[in-house]
């Protein structure tokens, strides 16, 4: 093995890996919600993140008009088209999140079924969204469009700092942070974290057990759609 190549890749790699691993961090917050106040997997959300990612190029190619293959955009234009594919990604994303919570989960809740019947239907769900998308894309990834124009800050230690990436980083910080803020500090937070401590004591306490689930169903899927967005940035592809 020649370890030469592996030294003076290493910080270029790692750098990537980071940033991809926060776009998987991302995925996992609409897993770890979910579980935090129904312990259930949500296995629905990872066709949660592909819808997320086939909006953001439908949205770019058949709504913005943007050609596959051409220039990528500059100035105002740029923000402009990368905030509508972000916000666009996220409010289809939180949609159909809700839309799963409604179909798979708040029937089979209000019937009082037990955990394996939920959890056997969350998976039906991920295979009729996933079968779904097979037939109508014909199971092949798709190329999206090159908004961003992929120039570097700068190289340090071999690692090239490319802006798709740093933005890849900084954005998913930004959301965890904002997260923890809203979840320690605002009213629908807070009951959020006592759904998840006490299911029965917060009936007890008035809240809304359903509106809380369906809050949880809805941040996952923004933060999904936000790494659906990012990944279809930085990969070009869905």
Not at 9 to 32: C, D, E, M, P, R
Not at 129 to 157: N, Q
Request: proline share 2%; hydrophobic share 55%; net charge positive.
């Amino acid at each position: 093995m020649n370890f030469s190549v592996i030294g003076s890749q290493f910080w270029s790699l790692a750098f990537q890996g980071l940033a991809l691993g926060l776009i998987y961090s991302l995925v996992s917050l609409g897993y770890t919600m979910v579980y935090g106040v129904l312990r259930l997997i949500n296995f629905a959300n990872s066709e949660v993140f592909m819808v997320g990612t086939f909006s953001v190029l439908y949205l770019q190619v058949y709504i913005l008009g943007i050609p596959i293959g051409d220039p990528a955009l500059h100035g105002v234009k740029l923000i402009a088209y990368l905030a509508i594919s972000l916000i666009g990604s996220m409010v289809v994303c939180a949609l159909l999140a809700i839309l799963v919570e409604l179909v798979a989960y708040r029937r089979l809740r209000a019937r009082g079924a037990n955990r394996l019947a939920s959890l056997i239907s969350a998976i039906g769900v991920s295979i009729a969204l996933l079968e779904g998308f097979s037939m109508l894309t014909g199971a092949r990834g798709k190329i999206a469009p090159r908004l961003l124009d992929k120039w570097s800050f700068g190289e340090v230690a071999g690692a090239n700092f490319r802006i798709d990436q740093v933005m890849a980083i900084v954005m998913p910080i930004i959301i965890f942070f904002l997260l923890d803020q809203f979840v320690t500090k605002s009213r629908l937070g807070k009951s959020i974290r006592a759904v998840s401590m006490s299911e029965e004591n917060s009936k007890l306490m008035g809240i809304d057990i359903n509106r809380v689930i369906t809050l949880t169903f809805c941040i996952g899927g923004l933060t999904t759609g936000a790494a659906a967005f990012l990944y279809t940035t930085v990969y070009e592809n869905t």
